[in-house]
């Protein structure tokens, strides 16, 4: 594998930009993270970013919002746009060559939307619709739902807000998150694939130097939700979803949390996968995955299954969680770390994934791990350091929330 | 660019191995598909392929079911298997340097399963949960009912069967399809990355060579279902799909078509989504794609949206499809061929996409398209060509189900 060059600049203003040239592709991919998401909307107006964010890619600079999407288009742009509650998040991947171009349009979007007030009621009304698609999604809403009881606010509510607080949210009140929120200091710019370092750097300096810094924005604090819950829900299924404390990506102890999860949830040879699915034939679906913030995180398990089966599923789920600090077996931290260098290089191998990921990092960490950073801190993890973390963090003071027609028993938790 | 260089070899059982060696990257994927798909299920016994796919992988050669996942597991290996019409496919990525030990661990699933009569309770009960969980996923239940009203069967049944036939499905009718229908002649195995064609030539004639040929398996047709449908289901929200005839993968003018769907649905600047989403708000998703048969094809359209916009989604989408025999815009088209030339970049840059592109070619065409066959083929395409092909297969005799609370008025269909 070709070494890998990362290089990084901070222009005057705070604006971060990430760039790792990846020879033998022709593609490039980036990623920008904006200061500006769902954990500073304005209290009671939740939803406010995520407008923002569809309202924002409704014509730009000169462009009214078709031309614009056709822009993107004839440059053969693959996009996605996201709320994070941290940042709003552009990412574009097309080839290499078109990058210079497409990095442009993306500045306009950024420094000089319209946000023209006949393009409102529809970004307004996509959001609208999304919310209300949710209690056709009762698995997504599980999820959200358990956020918001894992996680204080505003760092465990739902990005899209909720349909009572979308009315009260006004091409006025999404205008001025915008004029208070979106700043160049702490943007993360991540570019990689087919590109030349210096281009970029000139074409990012010329495209956001001269745009002003802002001060911190404020965010609205408060209590996290009942730690046990149900939510009633008419059907055959029980959607099961439970969640307790583990560390964040910046913590020195992450990968062995990492592998923790990834021995009860990775692989088809995990254990949740093998004894809730495939020994007992409990559910259809089982997992957990660590959630990370900033300053804290998660592990969250979600588990689907039939009401007959739900009481059986949620025990033996939470056992497997519970007996892990009993022990790890050798081969199974080593199926772990062959799972692990295997994805690294699939990962090293698209230019989508390491521009995320470079910008992820930066967002974390303040520096960008190498892959060999990576594969080295894997190597190094040992059955008694992973089982020390799980110790140090076990798995108690579960939250529980459950969708389904009937509540389950949840002593244990 | 480097050139592409791909090896076809048949064995004389039958079985055709396809081989497309990257450089530059250090992973490597493979596809096998293997005939014995859903379409040869047993009359009445729909789901006998489906419970043989997750039964193949519960132990095979020495290895008994958690050593299997371990073993692969250990290799890196990310997994998939599924039941298709025609075949089972199995997909595996890795470093290339596993793909031997991978290989091998395959040939055991495929020739030498255990089918076990202890591992058979878990594979019959996870299909048992997927089909219970279809009712909270109102979305996938609308596209499999719409392909059972579209296609005749056995090309509309669903893969996974229906509650009802599964309880007839026994270890011994599992094992009898495996017996008549998992065969040499028409298999087909993609490999692609970081391989070398010698080797793996050696690899599979070893592995394959002695495996016995079969007769073709007969399958059970039957007519299609009614063509305008509702379900009814307690919700807020109204699931729309759509269907019309198109042409299958193979036929000379599939790039007409292909770009006749790209145009309504492909890409932010396609009409479905600017003029149904974007500039009504009508919804929150809605989509075309093309879906291709060996010897038919079908556009299949899903939107989903509230109950009070249905109608409106309906009635809009419907002139959508509809108008686009009055005409389009080269600037259109031109974005259509733009997007296809850097998705077929970065589909080069990614082992998984080429391996499984390989098969599927070979089993459609019995030849392999290099990506410039493809570039030639969309470079050539032009305004009048595909508007000849839209007059020659309009939209129109639409199949059409929904999913909801109440029908909807489907007068122009």
């Given at each position: 594998m070709p070494e890998q060059i990362i290089h990084t600049h901070e222009l005057p203003n705070g604006l971060t930009v990430v760039i790792e040239p990846m020879s033998d592709v022709q593609s490039a991919a980036f990623c920008f993270l904006i200061p500006g998401g769902s954990a500073f909307d304005p209290a009671e107006h939740g939803g406010t970013a995520a407008a923002l964010t569809d309202w924002i890619t409704r014509g730009a600079g000169?462009?009214?919002?078709r031309d614009l999407s056709n822009a993107l288009d004839n440059l053969g742009v693959q996009r996605n746009e996201s709320t994070g509650l941290n940042h709003l998040a552009f990412t574009a991947a097309t080839l290499g060559e078109n990058v210079p171009a497409a990095l442009s349009l993306y500045a306009d979007i950024i420094r000089r939307p319209q946000l023209s007030d006949e393009e409102f009621e529809g970004a307004i009304a996509g959001i609208e619709q999304s919310l209300r698609a949710i209690e056709d999604e009762p698995q997504r809403k599980l999820m959200i739902e358990l956020r918001r009881r894992c996680y204080d606010a505003p760092w465990g509510l739902p990005t899209e807000g909720s349909l009572e607080e979308l009315a009260r949210i006004t091409a006025k009140s999404v205008r001025a998150h915008y004029d208070r929120c979106l700043r160049p200091n702490?943007?993360?710019l991540g570019i990689a694939g087919c590109v030349d370092i210096q281009e970029m750097l000139a074409l990012v300096s010329e495209a956001f130097g001269d745009w002003g810094t802002k001060p911190d924005s404020s965010m609205v604090t408060g209590p996290r939700?009942?730690?046990?819950?149900?939510?009633?829900?008419?059907?055959?299924?029980?959607?099961?979803g439970i969640a307790y404390d583990a560390i964040e990506y910046a913590h020195p102890d992450y990968y062995k949390a990492w592998a923790a999860v990834g021995i009860l949830s990775g692989g088809m040879s995990a254990r949740l996968f093998t004894e809730v699915r495939e020994r007992r034939g409990l559910c259809y679906s089982v997992s957990a995955s660590l959630n990370s913030l900033k300053h804290e995180g998660r592990v969250l398990c979600y588990a689907g299954t039939t009401v007959e089966r739900a009481q059986e599923t949620f025990d033996v789920t939470l056992r497997e969680l519970q007996r892990l600090g009993d022990g790890i077996e050798s081969h199974e931290l080593e199926r772990c770390k062959a799972r692990a260098k295997s994805s690294l290089i699939m990962q090293q191998e698209s230019t989508t994934s390491r521009a995320t990921s470079i910008a992820r990092d930066w967002?974390?960490?303040?520096?960008?791990?190498?892959?060999?950073d990576i594969r080295r801190d894997i190597d190094e993890l040992t059955v008694s350091g992973v089982l020390d973390y799980v110790h140090q963090h076990p798995a108690r003071d579960f939250t529980v929330l459950t969708i389904g027609p009937n509540p389950l028993k949840v002593e244990e938790a």
């Open positions: 000169d462009l009214d919002s702490g943007a993360i939700g009942e730690r046990i819950g149900h939510i009633h829900h008419d059907s055959t299924q029980t959607h099961i967002h974390f960490l303040k520096r960008v791990q190498t892959l060999d």
